[in-house]
């Protein structure tokens, strides 16, 4: 189970965007991101008229570690550590290491 899915808030952590929040668009591989509006680098891209792509610079999100985003609290209004538990059930869910919170219900 990840840690970190898509679809959650998260908080950089390090990097030129240190302190910024976005939402995880896609998750590339088992350790790296897409982040919304984080990370952004310029691609110089050709035209290519067959497949209705203009040509110039494009910015757009680059993957991002996932070493260096940590999952938004929003009770603390911080980033916070996620663990994973057991509830009664037999579900697997996580959980904010501060507070003890269930992240998904």
Do not use: C, W
Request: charged share 35%.
């Amino acid at each position: 189970m990840n840690k970190i899915r898509k679809g959650d808030e998260v908080i950089v952590l390090a990097g030129r965007d240190r302190g910024r929040r976005g939402t995880v668009l896609k998750m590339l591989d088992f350790d790296r991101a897409l982040v919304d509006n984080i990370n952004l680098v310029k691609r110089h891209t050709k035209p290519n008229p067959n497949k209705g792509i203009a040509g110039g610079i494009v910015e757009k999100e680059a993957s991002i570690h996932l070493s260096n985003v940590a999952l938004y609290n929003p009770a603390t209004k911080k980033a916070d550590r996620v663990g994973i538990k057991t509830l009664e059930d037999g579900r697997r869910v996580r959980f904010f290491k501060s507070n003890g919170e269930v992240v998904d219900i």
